[in-house]
């Protein structure tokens, strides 16, 4: 605190000793000190406050957001929503069930899992207990989860926030809070199956969303490392240029290159090496010509790799997705827990910049954005030995969703398009046609909401009819129940149809049916 804050403190501290002195009509406050005291302090702290500037120079406070977050409005909530539960429902038709950890880890369960990104991990402030952090991924807890609950098959996704101290690209869907929806298979199983599963699951998703053209890009770490074994890359040095390598989306191969050895201290010809292989793209029959090469097949773990990547193709075949697999040694994949394959999803398109702030305004490309990564995900065997305290490993395979980039391009695709986006899911509005009626309406909201029809009521005695209309033209309420004398008398609710504006007397006992069959 500086000597401003303290005098401020001291001052407020004196104030309230004097009203607590004088309320209490004693001529002593519980410190011994008298009023007169009390006064002469509050006078001298005054005088101090007086000489330091009072509270001149004070950053006026702004109301925003904190850096890398956002908010949603309704119209991006139903977007979201609508987002979700097409991922969700892929989720449960793979047959996996759900569970949730909590959103800060204790800090060293977290630590050496991310290799060089372990930097932006949120660390939060000791508070004279455990030291915590907020949690990087979904990943890690559910290694931790299966370690801890002794969990060796399981099925599961788990859609939640995550933090990351990231420079955020708002236009590109990046931020430092974002939602993660992940889909992972532990368990022992016999090679490739599940890990091709998982890849039509991407597929799957990606397709339903209707996002544009994608492609899955797809490696395996052990081909990486035995890559970087035959191209001369020390071992102590395989995780670092893997990260490096992984730039590749982001950067051009001389930059990556100059990164290699003028950061990374490996030498010009080992770098060209490297070079050589990771501008290789194909299918099966890449893996099978790689099985041939004079270098790689020499190395034991890239021949596995490479195996089992053939494998991989021949599920995917009957899967019917390998229009849009894609075997690419360039990929790599940061994080360091990753032991065999690994994947990303990538669209194929630029979008224009989906922006929601002056700020983000003023840094939004008018050419649009190049979205990236969408999916991505890989099989992680060793990490859920790292908790464990005799080291068992239970295998396991997973995807990560990348939610937030989706719904910048979901939202996007709202704006240009003339369909409205409906916030709510209100099936009829009980309206009336004259005034006095706000307990009729109000009983036939009440019996609506019984039956389970999504009703509304307008929260005035005795609302315009034209008010009412305009209420459901504005939110996309499909049908208006309008009572009147004449309906009450008739035993009938007049139903009309926003768009159409057809009307018709339901009878009450038939109303619930009448709506459903209209608006389901």
């Not at 990351?164 to 199983?189: H, K, L, S, V, W």
């Not at 969408?374 to 990348?402: E, H, Q, T, W």
């Not at 006095?436 to 009440?446: G, I, W």
Request: proline share 2%; glycine share 8%.
């Amino acid at each position: 605190m500086n000597a401003l804050g303290l005098v401020s403190t001291r001052l407020c501290a004196g104030l309230m000793c004097r009203r607590s002195a004088v309320s209490l009509s004693s001529l002593r406050f519980s410190s011994g000190m008298t009023l007169s005291q009390i006064d002469e302090e509050v006078a001298k702290l005054l005088q101090l406050k007086a000489q330091l500037g009072g509270d001149e120079g004070k950053h006026a406070f702004v109301l925003k957001t904190a850096k890398g977050t956002r908010d949603y409005n309704p119209k991006q909530m139903a977007i979201r929503e609508k987002v979700f539960n097409i991922i969700i429902s892929c989720f449960k038709r793979h047959g996996a069930e759900t569970i949730d950890t909590p959103v800060f880890e204790l800090k060293e369960t977290l630590t050496g899992k991310y290799g060089e990104d372990s930097k932006l991990i949120y660390d939060l402030k000791d508070q004279g207990g455990e030291l915590l952090s907020l949690r990087y991924d979904l990943t890690v807890p559910f290694a931790r989860y299966l370690a801890m609950n002794k969990i060796t098959n399981i099925k599961r996704y788990h859609i939640a926030k995550v933090y990351r101290r990231d420079n955020p690209a708002m236009t590109r869907g990046r931020y430092r809070e974002f939602y993660q929806c992940d889909f992972d298979i532990a368990g022992q199983y016999d090679a490739m199956i599940a890990d091709a599963e998982c890849l039509k699951i991407v597929y799957e998703i990606l397709n339903e969303l209707d996002l544009g053209d994608f492609r899955i890009k797809v490696n395996d770490r052990r081909i990486l490392d035995g890559m970087f074994a035959v191209c001369g890359v020390p071992d102590e040095k395989f995780r670092t240029i893997c990260s490096t390598v992984d730039k590749l989306d982001k950067m051009a191969w001389e930059d990556v290159k100059k990164e290699m050895v003028n950061e990374k201290g490996l030498s010009e010809d080992v770098g060209d090496r490297i070079g050589e292989y990771v501008s290789m793209q194909g299918g099966q029959d890449l893996a099978e010509r790689l099985l041939q090469d004079r270098k790689l097949s020499q190395n034991k773990q890239a021949c596995a790799g490479l195996t089992d990547m053939k494998l991989l193709f021949s599920y995917l075949e009957l899967f019917q997705v390998t229009d849009k697999v894609v075997f690419d040694l360039s990929l790599a994949r940061g994080l360091d827990y990753y032991t065999g394959v690994i994947y990303e999803a990538i669209l194929s398109q630029t979008i224009p910049a989906l922006v929601s702030t002056p700020a983000e305004q003023n840094g939004a490309d008018e050419a649009g954005v190049n979205v990236g990564s969408v999916a991505g995900g890989g099989r992680y065997d060793g990490l859920v030995g790292m908790f464990d305290p005799k080291g068992r490993k239970v295998p396991c395979v997973g995807v990560s969703i990348g939610i937030e980039r989706i719904f910048s391009i979901m939202e996007q695709k709202a704006e240009a398009s003339s369909e409205k986006v409906r916030t709510t899911e209100t099936q009829v509005l009980v309206a009336s046609a004259q005034k006095n009626l706000l307990e009729e309406r109000l009983k036939l909201t009440n019996a609506l909401w019984n039956e389970g029809i999504k009703a509304e009521v307008l929260y005035k005695k005795n609302p315009k009819l034209l008010s009412q209309l305009q209420h459901c033209e504005e939110t996309g309420i499909p049908l208006v129940a309008i009572l009147g004398e004449q309906e009450l008398k008739d035993g009938v609710v007049k139903l009309r149809n926003v768009v159409s504006r057809e009307e018709v007397d339901v009878p009450r006992a038939d109303l619930v049916d009448e709506i459903k069959k209209r608006t389901l």
